[in-house]
């Protein structure tokens, strides 16, 4: 369990500086450079998520069961991730008309990912890893609304909505189909 914190703390920590320590991180750009400093925390978050699948797969061997969820959340959290997918891809592809009014889609899809993994993983280090991840992106969508600079993009053509749906989705059914297996070592159906 040692290991799958230490993780969080790295990833989700290098990813609040901006909430946190806004000046501090300013200042490290100001010393390292633009160029530096995104290669740092590359790297720190690599290590973060290396830390964080290793550590969670270190705890599901003796794992510590707090509740027992029930088997019809699954279809529920099904739905969610397949939500999360697409919020992911619009986060990632120019502007429809989804990216403005959901204002942070990537933030959108990891609320609605890890709320949908506790609906369904009842042990220790699932509430630790899922629950970790939510409260961070409620956290960081909070900050997003004050603090100054931060631009939501305007509208753009439903066609880039169209993409990104189809992209969310394929990438969605990949992932039910052999990703989650081959990766998480976790069979979705």
Do not use: E
């Not at 100001?30 to 969670?56: D, E, F, H, N, T």
């Not at 739905?79 to 403005?100: R, T, W």
């Not at 009842?122 to 992106?137: C, H, N, P, R, V």
């Amino acid at each position: 369990m040692l290991v799958l914190i230490l993780g969080l703390v790295l990833f989700l920590g290098f990813h609040s500086v901006r909430i946190f320590a806004p000046g501090w991180r300013d200042g490290m750009v100001a010393r390292l450079g633009a160029g530096p400093w995104r290669g740092l925390y590359s790297l720190v978050s690599i290590v973060g998520v290396v830390l964080i699948v290793w550590g969670y797969g270190l705890s599901r061997q003796d794992p510590i069961v707090v509740y027992d969820p029930p088997m019809a959340l699954r279809h529920l959290t099904m739905l969610l991730v397949l939500i999360a997918f697409i919020c992911f891809a619009v986060s990632l592809m120019p502007a429809g008309k989804l990216k403005p009014k959901l204002k942070h889609p990537m933030l959108a899809a990891v609320k609605i990912w890890a709320f949908g993994h506790l609906l369904v993983n009842g042990d220790l280090a699932s509430i630790l890893l899922f629950g970790s991840f939510l409260a961070w992106a409620v956290v960081d969508r909070i900050s997003l609304k004050r603090r100054p600079g931060v631009v939501i993009p305007a509208p753009g053509p439903v066609r880039n909505d169209l993409i990104a749906a189809a992209v969310g989705v394929v990438a969605y059914l990949l992932f039910v189909w052999q990703l989650h297996t081959l990766l998480i070592g976790v069979p979705v159906m």
